[in-house]
């Protein structure tokens, strides 16, 4: 219990620490997000055959529509919340995309009907608070790119929670399986699109390269590796709990590490959107599936 404890928190200290790395690569978001999934694909085919482990496509069949829309929703994913980066601090950033399971219960109410409950209620509007808090409406005219920025860093929330949605209509494929099918998926939805804009992929310098490198190889294969085999090991809440790591992590990167700034009234609100994001992850008896746990962050970093 204590080494899969470990292998999660792990997962969450470098995605809370992708950012270091995002920024020094001199490629659009569109690219990055392109090149990382390559890189992650690769690296995860290369494992597989390593430990002679074939996928299971008859299951994969069965959940041929969760996996394309979860697949093309995660380069779209990937794209806006690496934009965010580019206009607003990481903290902001990764507030504004921690919005993503307010949006799973606004979502799940008006597509699939559920009704919802006081404590639901109550996580959206404080999260709603919290977001209006972020925004700082009051100083928008000074900082242009502010609103560029929680654009991308909510366009990021949205697709976060498409695939959230998404992974839950998935139950034949396995966990590593749906990372590859999905990155791969991402790949084909990618590619035109950064084709048909033009690639700067020629004018990459080498730390910008050794980034991206590490960006698919530790923080995107080797980083889900770690969650994967984790989190068939803890129970629900206890994932649930320790994947908070993620934003504490981003947002002391962002601090500490990159020297960004953050006002007190833009933390309060992204303490209030994390605490309204954690309540509406836990139930009120406290249980919850490990596997329904393990969307939160499957795919989504």
Not at 59 to 87: P, V
Not at 124 to 143: K, M, P, R, Y
Not at 157 to 163: D, K, M, R
Request: aromatic residues 10%.
């Amino acid at each position: 219990m204590r080494t899969a404890q470990i292998k999660l928190l792990s997962a969450m200290a470098l995605w809370g620490t992708m950012s270091l790395f995002v920024k020094n690569i001199n490629l659009t978001s569109a690219e990055i997000a392109l090149y990382r999934a390559i890189i992650a694909v690769v690296t995860l085919v290369l494992l597989r055959v390593l430990l002679h482990q074939k996928i299971d496509w008859q299951a994969c069949r069965k959940d041929w529509l969760g996996l394309l829309i979860s697949g093309s929703a995660l380069g779209l994913n990937w794209t806006m919340l690496f934009s965010a980066y580019q206009y607003v601090s990481v903290s902001v950033a990764t507030l504004c995309y921690y919005f993503a399971p307010t949006l799973i219960i606004l979502f799940s109410a008006l597509l699939f009907h559920e009704v919802m409950n006081r404590r639901q209620w109550l996580c959206f509007i404080v999260s709603t608070l919290g977001l209006i808090l972020i925004i700082n409406v009051s100083h928008l005219d000074q900082q242009p790119a502010l609103l560029k920025g929680i654009f991308f860093g909510l366009s990021a929330a949205v697709f976060y929670a498409i695939i959230m949605l998404a992974n839950k209509t998935i139950h034949h494929t396995s966990g590593l399986e749906r990372t590859l099918i999905q990155l791969s998926i991402s790949i084909v939805f990618l590619l035109p699109y950064c084709l048909f804009n033009g690639s700067s992929i020629q004018s990459i310098t080498l730390p910008s390269l050794l980034n991206l490198f590490i960006l698919g190889i530790i923080y995107t294969a080797f980083a889900y590796f770690l969650f994967f085999s984790a989190i068939k090991e803890l129970s629900g809440q206890k994932a649930a709990l320790l994947t908070y790591i993620d934003p504490l992590t981003a947002i002391l990167t962002s601090a500490l590490i990159l020297h960004e700034t953050i006002v007190p009234i833009q933390l309060f609100g992204g303490l209030l959107i994390i605490c309204a994001a954690l309540i509406s992850e836990l139930t009120p008896k406290g249980k919850i599936k490990a596997d329904e746990a393990s969307i939160h962050k499957q795919n989504a970093h």
